[in-house]
């Protein structure tokens, strides 16, 4: 199948809306998009994920990279494409799962940890690899992983990672794609105007330190 996305055209922040309600997606993906996100996750561990994934695709899905996270079996990897997203990131590394997501278009990142699990997503045709946690990996070992790695494979550093040039440094010198980001970007208790400032100052982290 075609590809519906092209990566070059996204920042490569996947925002992880881990909690978020139904109610609520919609408004906090374009906070999200107003300060220059493009791909966000809501994670299968959230309330009513799927209602809150259909209607992030509904608002945004055509321009943008919509998607689950937490993505553990081919069952549900099937209930999250039925719903139109194009963004699949998981925790683990599951062929079966990276193979399906591929096939239907969308973008996938595995979560690996060990270089075994790194080629094998690669392998199975992942698009790129989701290093978590990555403070199990540490940057000594991260740099040796990505010491081993085809020097055109994405990868990003997912867990614990802040919106300091201190945080994300590190994890860009030593090759870091982008990153996902979790909880120092959004929970469920934050009002909009503290995700509007969390996810500015991350953007404008990144970029400063990336251009």
Known sequence: MTKRYNLDEHLP????????????????????????????????????????????????????????????????????????ANLIVTPNMNEEVIKLTVEAGCATFPGVVTPTEAFNALAA?????????????????????????????????????????ESMKPLLDIGANGFGLGSSLYKPNMTDDQIRANAKKFVETFNALTK
């Open 13 to 84: 922040l996947i925002a992880i809306i881990r909690g978020v309600l139904p109610q609520d997606v919609v408004r906090i993906g374009q906070i999200l998009i107003d300060e220059g996100f493009t791909m966000i996750e809501v994670p299968l561990n959230s309330p009513e994920p799927l209602v809150s994934i259909k209607n992030l695709v509904d608002a945004f899905g055509e321009k943008y990279l919509i998607g689950a996270g937490t993505v553990t079996t081919v069952q549900k990897a099937k209930d999250v494409i039925a719903t139109g």
């Open 125 to 165: 045709g992942a698009t790129g690899i989701k290093l978590f946690p990555v403070s199990a990996l540490g940057l000594d070992g991260y740099k040796a992983l990505k010491s081993v790695l085809p020097p055109e494979a994405l990868s990003f550093p997912v867990g614990g990672v802040d919106p300091t040039v």
